[in-house]
């Protein structure tokens, strides 16, 4: 689990080289919540130095404070096996 900016920042480091060489967020549905959070749904695509692709889906839950608007809880998703019809 990472916990805030230092967390996510200090998990990078420790991938190094293994990180994505593109990390894409697109999609993004955002949908505000009485209590004033908002939930965001997005996809994501990742390039991996061997040329191999990752996707899947961000669910986020987003508070606005001093800081602006930050990421206080995620969901990752990944996408392992197309749909199937």
């Known amino acids: 689990m990472l916990a805030g900016l230092a967390g996510a920042r200090d998990a990078a480091l420790a991938l190094g080289e293994a990180n994505p ?3 894409h967020v697109t999609n993004i549905v955002l949908d ?3 209590d004033g959070t908002v939930q965001a749904l997005s996809k994501y695509l990742g390039v991996m130095t061997d040329g191999s692709v990752a996707s899947g889906t961000y669910e986020d839950t987003l ?3 001093d800081d602006g608007w930050r990421i206080t809880h995620r969901v990752v998703r990944p996408r392992r096996v197309p749909l199937k019809p």
Request: aromatic share 0%; no cysteine.
């Open 32 to 34: 505000e919540a009485p």
């Open 21 to 23: 060489l593109a990390h």
């Open 63 to 65: 508070r606005h404070g």
